[in-house]
């Protein structure tokens, strides 16, 4: 299996003449996520904001939950606790499926647009959320960044992968207890550069408690960015 691990690596083209693809949710041949799948997935049935964990209008954090620890908005397109979404979503980070980027980044796009918030992100930057080094070395491959180039280049908005960086080796947050979550994220990154009057765009896969989002949007905030959301392909 390392082999063909790092063949994936390689890019998902040569691999795909090697071992024929097949859609991850239905098994019909020909791509990782046929049309048909990719618009039956569950949608988020509504936004959340990331502070109360209430529903939350266009995503928009309430006016009396957002400080300067948190972010201001959240945009996520399906919903992480439907057996497909989680599905393809693992397959996309530990299988480096690198070609699921693109309908995931789509599907972020059409949820901004049923927000209403088409244009709103037109003067962001998008900033996806790294890994720490050592992951990234080991994995070869960080999926929040390949999903936030997508998503910049259907949005047409710049992206900076050097902004932030993972300064501290924490556990995933996937596998913590919602209290555990905040405390392990903390302090875990460091800034690069000025952002001050910035405008920036998060982009991770999947967001559980949005520590993580709150977490960056304290540190960017605190170097005075003007305003901070995050998106994502799944949210729970
Ligand atoms: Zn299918
Ligand atoms: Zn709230």
Redesign the pocket.
Known sequence: MRVIEDLKKLGSSIVDLVFPVS??????DG?Y??????N?LTRLEFQQCLVCQQPAPFGKTHPQCVTRNSVDGALSALTHKNKHVHKVIEVFKYNFVSSLANPLSELIVKTINKQGLEGYFEDFIVVPIPLHRRRHNWRGFNQALLLAETLASKLGLKIDNRMVVRSKFTKPQVKLKADERKRNIENAFSLIGDVTNKKILLVDDVITSGSTANELAKLLKRAHASEVWIASAAHG
């Open positions: 859609c991850i949710v239905c098994g019909k791509s996520l046929c049309e048909e799948s990719k039956k």
